[in-house]
């Protein structure tokens, strides 16, 4: 779009977008297009109160976005962490793929991707089909032998273990698979983690107590997903549970039942939302819109459209050189 | 576009909105569409860190723009108030015309318009044409006898009147008319204004003092304008500070030059930009997208991409229903 | 789109559209913005060749559009009749539902509409589910007296009596209900028509008897329709005839299983298209695009791209003002 | 778009295609998404009478096009030669440049260009200010030695010569340069043209006379202009002169002055038109919409609009699969 841009990424993986910029260069990107700076938070801060920057496009936490919103007074697009859900409809099918999807959109990198799912809705029909048995199974393959297991660079066990605690806190809370460090052998260091794919069941009801719910909705952003179960009666309480989320990034409704996928997307905003047998929350059909809803801040990556919202702003411009009809407007 | 709005405006004009909301009520509009609440600021701040909006729509002056992007942390689309500039090129032509439309910017309604002209850049040869005394004699006609004088709302006479002779503290800055409360008979209490059309001239060269230009650009909701002068040489002088403002509501570019027109619109970046010899600041041809642009929060009202902008939020849903044609997807 | 219209409509009904006319004039319409012409084919035809219109909008049967191609060498766009179709699905569910609307797109105004229902393709699942019975019933019920049946303006009792006959004899063919003149007093002249709402079934390996096909695709203007049943197995059979079908104006999948509608919507390439349970072939939900497709004369009525489409034509303006770089441009 | 293509090309040049098409398929393209006929237009004419294809873009001459038009009933889309023209208008300034493009648009390869200008309005401005000796300057300079000049694939000498006898009967005609056989030593046989750099000038009165008319327009494809010349009172009967040639693919309306420009624009209506100082009617600004205008088969090439509107078609879809609210439609 012609604007000229400053990059600042976190300081743990800055070398990455150093080697990606050295790439753009080499392909022909002119070198004053892109400034590139490798800083902390805090002087970033001080950076942007000098520049004052017409726009600032931010993806990351939830803390941060609000942070820099503040900074900013608002002059943001924010594409920030989801707390992502995926509900499993009435109808039973294709049981085996959905449970490999599943496990994919929970633990794939450890978890460690914007879009992971990390809030499972299961409609009872699906329990009676024993989904849960067959996502536990695919969990317990994963290992770092087999290449299907990530260290989790932002996240230690410690931080895990004690979300865990407090989750099982919640009455009726249980662990469904997973819950401790990785026994196997490996070399990660203590201060990045190492934990196995782990999921918490957490009665339906319990997400009306406010106390309960923001346990339930801290994000971890690493091998763990909570799980809760639904039957038609409870469809309502649901949808009131995905109202109240307020990171709305990706969602997945698994149903080819056109009447429970219409209901459940008229009912919700998220922003990426796939819907139908074969819905994800991560990874899915290519090169779409990507980005979170129901936040004038909310921008888009990946299509022109995205990058127009984001890196442009409407500006109108009316030509009016025909020649005046009269010698003088009418005075008012 | 759906949305359910409480609508609050400035208590001096609020009994207006509710004589609209009555009407549209009349017209058919369900009664629970639109909230409308009677307040002041001060309680309407209270209000807002309670109901914490999705979404605020503010027309109004810059300054409440950022209080409120503050206190919404940048959930906000903004049509502020403007210091809308006009530039008359090098072709001289149609004076009479231009002058009305001139007049007419400046000081219809007494300029109370957040699109009134409030800045002219007058080229030489509009000078040497005696563009000036065209706007002189047009300016003292007005009176509120005929019609084309209006009550001040918001500035008092002794408020424009400070600010004169602030900007009169400029090296070469003079009145060229107006200056003075109306004389002319009337029953407008001290709290309102009642002022002459009025105009200042100031030297181009005094927009780079860094003092100056705060005061040059101070707006004043009221019939009030400054004027400059400029060649050929000095237009980068004029596009900087075209661009050193940040209150980019509407423009206009008076001319039928086309590479001077191209060379203005391609330096500078107000929202609504009106370019040919009919070119004005306010008022112009209807029904397009009105707004200011340059900044992430600029919201448009008018047309329906403006309504979209606003009040909708780009929203991705994948219809992902084919049947899976593998039994499983890969591990990774 | 400012374009200036000759209207000639069919002499039976062009009294309406001249009221229609007077209509719009009451209503403000310039006197010279339409033309309107009482008279015959043959005078319209000697018409067209001495005025060469620039295009011309058709809208009719398939025959006069076909002549009509010939003699403006292609300057046309046609929104013909069609021989429309609808497919019941395997997934048998609101039965009454859907048979009302099929006796209403089979015999609404005796099957005086462009888009009635021509051609019945019922799954064996809703024949198990006595479907036909259903519709005999509703049709059954069609009188004059009652408001439900109409005088049939272009074809006569004995047209449709001989076509009855022609269509019986293919083997397997036999009429489901009606087939004859209504027997119920009134007082319709001979000139027109008076027939009972009729279906006859037609086995579907018929239709891949090309002089059958004929036959058994001969469009009646009138409350006339064919019947046939496939199985799951027969589909790809009955997606061939659809192709085969070459007036393809509407259609209805009538399905809420996802698969089988992406399925038949994939293989045809009729024009308006209704798909899910609620499908029509005629008077569905309002406000769309109406026109046929697969053919590069295909025009469009009632939304803003059809009118665009039809009315108007691609013109490229290129504005390359900027004053020249160089003094020549290089020759070659 | 997904169609099979069928190509046939001039049997001249159809071992060009060939060798396209074999580049295409060493990119990686299918084999099978494409055929490639080798063959002359009788046979052509069979085998589309044969296979009726569904759709076929045409590009080539007005006479094949009206031909190709009858035999595919108007299922054709067109983007035929033209008689292009180009209007000097009354502002002259940038001479040497405007003459060095109106060299390259008629000159240029010979003027073997669906894009070459074949007639030049020239402004009495411009004629006062020399315009015709520089254009005639840089054609005398052409030659194959320097690789300006082109043997002509379809026309002959004696074609052209016998085209310029016929113009020159018109009263007032005469020949502004060229009108003459090369007369530089070369190679090319008699069957192709050697022909020089040809401008014939004709009043502007004799476009009036319906015979001259016709003479005039006659397109010669290859290195030959008409020009005539036009003062401010006699641009309406230019605009006429514009508005009776059918042949509408490019024109150039080289002007700033923006009130000329606009009526230009406004009363003709070609295809790809530019307008400004640097206008041309050939291989301007690249990647635009490219073809004619005002004809319902008009067809275009080069942008993703063009290969839509060629080769696909509008259908309407309508998903309509909420479960029914009522039991039963109301009969009608």
Redesign the interface.
């Known amino acids: 779009m012609g604007n000229k841009v400053v990059v600042k990424v976190d300081s743990k993986v800055s070398v990455c977008i150093e080697e990606f910029i050295r790439l753009l260069v080499a392909c022909g990107m002119p070198k004053e297009d892109v400034n590139l700076i490798h800083t902390n938070g805090e002087n970033m801060e001080e950076l942007i109160k000098d520049i004052n920057p017409?726009?600032t496009l931010f993806t990351g936490s939830k803390r941060i976005a609000?942070k820099l919103?503040?900074l900013?007074?608002?002059?943001?697009?924010i594409e920030d962490a989801g707390f992502d859900w995926k509900i499993l409809g009435p109808d039973v099918h294709?049981i085996?793929?959905i449970a490999?999807?599943a496990?994919?959109d929970a633990y794939?990198?450890s978890g460690q991707k914007c879009s992971a799912q990390s809030l499972l809705f299961v409609h009872k029909n699906w329990s009676d089909a024993k989904f849960i048995s067959k996502i536990k199974e695919?969990a317990e393959?994963?290992s770092y032998k087999n290449?299907?297991l990530s260290p989790i660079m932002t996240v230690t066990n410690q931080t895990i273990l004690n979300h865990i605690d407090n989750v099982l806190k919640i009455p009726g809370a249980q662990i469904l698979f997973g819950g401790k460090p990785v026994t196997e052998q490996h070399s990660i260091p203590d201060c990045y983690g190492s934990f196995k794919p782990t999921a918490v069941f957490v009665p339906l009801k319990a997400f009306t107590n406010k106390k309960y719910f923001e346990v339930i909705t801290t994000e971890i952003f690493g091998p763990f997903q909570i799980v809760t179960e639904y039957t038609d009666k409870e469809l309502d309480s649901v949808l009131e549970v995905m109202d109240n989320l307020d990171q709305q990034l990706t969602a997945a409704v698994v149903s080819?039942n056109?009447?429970f996928i219409?209901k459940v997307?008229s009912h919700s905003?998220?922003?990426?939302?796939?819907?139908?047998?074969?819905?994800?929350t991560t990874g899915?059909?290519q090169n779409?819109?990507?980005?979170p809803?129901?936040?004038?801040?909310?921008g888009?990556i990946g299509t022109p459209?995205?990058i127009k919202?984001?890196w442009s702003?409407?500006?109108?411009?009316?030509?009016?050189?025909?020649?005046?009809t009269?010698?003088?407007?009418v005075?008012?």
Request: positive net charge; aromatic residues 6%.
């Open positions: 017409k726009m609000e919103s503040q900013l007074s608002g002059r943001i697009k294709d085996d793929y490999s999807v496990d994919q794939c990198l695919l393959q994963r290449g299907t080819n056109i009447p219409n997307l905003c998220n922003g990426v939302t796939y819907a139908g047998v074969r819905a994800r899915a059909p779409h819109w990507f980005g809803c129901g936040d004038p801040r909310a888009g459209e995205a919202l984001v702003s409407h500006r109108e411009i009316i030509m009016d050189t025909n020649p005046p009269v010698k003088k407007v005075q008012v």
